[in-house]
Nanobody
Framework: QVQLVESGGGLVQPGGSLRLSCVNS????????MGWYRQTPGKQRELVAH???????TYANSVAGRFTISRDNAKNTVYLQMNNLKPEDTAVYYC?????????WGQGTLVTVST
C-alpha cells in the first residue's frame, strides 16, 4: 500500500517562502504521477501543481510563476517550492500520487500566510 508523508507547512508572512515535501513509500520512478492540491473550509480541493511521470509540469493559474513542483526520483520525493506567498494561499495542502488508475492522498499539511 502506498503511503505519502507530507511536511514543510507552517506560518509565513505575506511575500515569504515555504517548501513542502512529500515522500512516497514506493519508487516514484515506477510510473507515479505526483501532484499537490489544496483545500480551504467550505471549498472543493483544487489542483495546485502536477508533475507527470515524464517530468512535465502544470500549474493552477493562481500560482503559476510563484510555485514550482519538482521530483527527486532517487529520494522518492516531490517538492512544492512556494514563493511570494499571499494570504489567499492559506490552505491545507495535500500530496497526491497516481499510478494505473489508483490514487493515493497524503494526510495534508497546513500552510498559513498571515501577518
Amino acid at each position: 500500500q502506498v503511503q505519502l508523508v507530507e511536511s514543510g507547512g507552517g506560518l509565513v508572512q505575506p511575500g515569504g517562502s515555504l517548501r513542502l515535501s512529500c515522500v512516497n513509500s514506493r519508487r516514484i520512478s515506477s510510473g507515479y504521477a505526483m501532484g499537490w492540491y489544496r483545500q480551504t473550509p467550505g471549498k472543493q480541493r483544487e489542483l495546485v501543481a502536477h508533475a507527470s511521470t515524464a517530468g512535465a509540469t502544470t500549474y493552477a493559474n493562481s500560482v503559476a510563476g510563484r510555485f514550482t513542483i519538482s521530483r527527486d526520483n532517487a529520494k522518492n520525493t516531490v517538492y512544492l517550492q512556494m514563493n511570494n506567498l499571499k494570504p489567499e494561499d492559506t490552505a491545507v495542502y495535500y500530496c497526491n500520487a497516481a499510478r494505473l488508475g489508483v490514487i493515493t492522498w497524503g494526510q495534508g499539511t497546513l500552510v498559513t500566510v498571515s501577518t
